[in-house]
């Protein structure tokens, strides 16, 4: 249907050649203005009306966190402007030393995680990246499959447990220091390098070792920036590991702690001291957490934001 | 030229020779994988080794080795168990259900490709990939706080649909909704980034072209812009079907609670619940390792038929 849609037009173009062009530009904006701009507008209202519902609910966290616990209470939907003002919430979430600590914790594991997994997928990527290699083919087969078939929770629990790391900090770093997707991503970068850099470096008498950092690292540093943006977000945004090996209260990170604040409404921490109104504050403070919880992130997001794109664009390079 | 040829061949395209001409050339880049090699078999292929407690009824005092082999035991016991058909179902049906909206993020690339404004665009892009740097914790903490009795969601719902003013995941039937809602809002946007990538990837030509063809916008859309996302969709769309059994089930297990274990329990949530809380180790890794064999199943024939139908597909 196609095939004769096209054909038909051309001849009609073609008959139509004569017509001077600026009467066909002509023509064609008079035929945009049509349904195109209606198409159009329409496309700006669905959008906006998008924008509207990712935004309005974090206006809305933003505004009653700074509300007057007892106005918010008898307040009804979404909030744009705060209701009264009020700093309670955040002093009471100030009192809480599990947010701290979990900050505190979640820092640990964001920095030395991203860098060993950064290290570890910087050598295994290199390593796969170079030609001639008689193993590769087998390694890329043993990293390749764990992506599609693993063991399982259960599993995965008992030998974290056997290693000796349950309830340790490392529990949360070590086990899942290497993805398998970011290292492709890593190894589809260093292998678009030129083998003729390498091999003169080779002839130079470099070693892979001094290769790799002084002249592969430099070579990729893009890939690098993304990926480690990669790491360090799922260091942040994890959770469920945590929950799984940690048991002390001192080693919860950050969203273990939340996740008692948020989903299992224990508040008792910071409402103690708080007096009469404890009830009306648990929500308003609940607001406060995300807040202090989310605003850190948020707040660099749009100097990052590109870089994020960036790496979503290398993935999707089929490698 | 010959002779060279036959001082290789001679004795020296041997498999021994090889291997050691390999080691030789590159015990260097052996030993720095060495760690990496380590870490999959420890903790990919460890867990994997680890699933054989499926078949067994495994005591953690006594080990993986002097664990009693009980064969099919506890799968049995799992097919004929009365949650079975109750987590299948659940699986299945938010599965299914977030595979309606697989077309949204492409839907919403294509919209914002079609923007005049490139400024707007940009602010609607900044806009809504913002949920997904908000930790999964938090948006269900959020979701939580907002469709309570009292929360701004359940009173603009009750004010616009007159539902009853009571928290909206205390009921069975609005599990559903409220989770696929929450992963939408969530990835809407942050999936729309791999269409949009690959819009840009489309060659300018074929516009150029359909348009002298007389092609109008819409046309346009569907027969040039539409088959060259085509691979992008074909990829992502196995990677989903990959995910069925393995439902986001961290997002279920912050949203769901015991009321509602009726339409929210899916299959990860119920190995986590007999597994870790209550202990029973070989029953819930034979669950686990059904969910996997299945999983594995399904993204092989869908990369199948992919490969059949679109000539392409993950490999």
Known sequence: MMKAHTTDTSNIEFSMLERS???KTATKKLKCSVGSRIFDVFNVILISFMMLCVLLPLIHVVAASFSDPVKYAAHEGLLIFPEGFSTKAYEAVARNKNIITGYM?????????????????????????????????FFTILLVFSMYFDGGMIPFY?????????????????????????????????????????ESAQMDGAKHWTILWKIMVPLVKPTIAVLVLFYAVSNWNSWFNAMLFIRDRAGYPLQLVLRE????????????????????????????????????????????QRYFVKGVMIGAVKG | MNKVVKAVTDG?????????????????????????????????????????????????????????????????????????????????????????TFPCPIILALL???????????????????????????????????????????????????????SLLN???????VYVFTELWQTLGWNSIIYLSALTGIDQQLYDAAKVDGAGRFQRMLHVTLPGLTPTIVIMFILKIGKIFNVGYER???????????TSDVINTYVYRMGLISGKYSYSAAVGLFNCVVSFALVMLTNKISNKVNGSGLW
């Open chain 1, 21 to 23: 062009k600026t009467k």
């Open chain 1, 105 to 137: 914790n979640t820092i640990f594991i964001v920095v030395f995680g991203t860098t060993l997994s950064m290290i570890l997928t910087i050598i295994a990527g290199y390593v796969l990246s170079r030609r001639n290699v008689g193993l590769n083919r």
């Open chain 1, 158 to 198: 008992l030998v974290v447990k056997g290693v000796g790391l349950n309830n340790s900090i490392w529990s949360l770093i070590i086990p899942t220091a290497v993805n398998t997707y970011n290292l492709v991503i890593m190894r589809t970068a260093m292998s678009s390098v030129p083998e003729s850099l390498i």
């Open chain 1, 261 to 304: 604040i948020l989903i299992q409404n224990d508040m008792s921490m910071m409402t103690a001291g708080a007096g009469g109104d404890e009830f009306m504050l648990s929500e308003t403070i609940q607001y406060a957490t995300i807040v202090v919880a989310t605003l850190p992130i948020l707040a660099i997001y749009p100097f990052i």
């Open chain 2, 12 to 100: 020296r395209g041997t498999i021994t020779y090889r291997i050691k001409l390999d080691l030789k050339r590159n015990w260097q880049l052996y030993l720095m994988i060495l760690p990496i090699i380590m870490y999959y078999l420890i903790f990919k292929y460890g867990p994997m080794f680890g699933l054989s407690i499926a078949f067994m009824d495994y005591k953690p005092a006594r080990g993986i080795l002097g664990s009693h082999f009980v064969g099919f035991k506890h799968f049995e016991n799992f097919f004929t168990n009365y949650y079975f058909f109750r987590l299948l179902k659940n699986t299945l049906k938010i599965s299914f259900c977030l595979l309606i």
């Open chain 2, 112 to 166: 914002l490709n079609e923007l005049k404004s490139a400024a707007f665009s940009k602010v609607a892009q900044t806009i809504t990939y913002i949920p997904h740097f908000i930790s999964t914790v938090v948006v269900c903490g959020l979701v939580i706080t907002l469709t309570s009795s009292s929360g701004g969601i359940t009173s603009i719902l009750h004010i616009l649909f007159g539902i009853e003013k009571k």
């Open chain 2, 171 to 177: 009921t069975a039937g609005n599990f559903l909704p």
């Open chain 2, 252 to 262: 279920v297990m912050l949203l769901y609670n015991p009321a509602i274990y009726e």
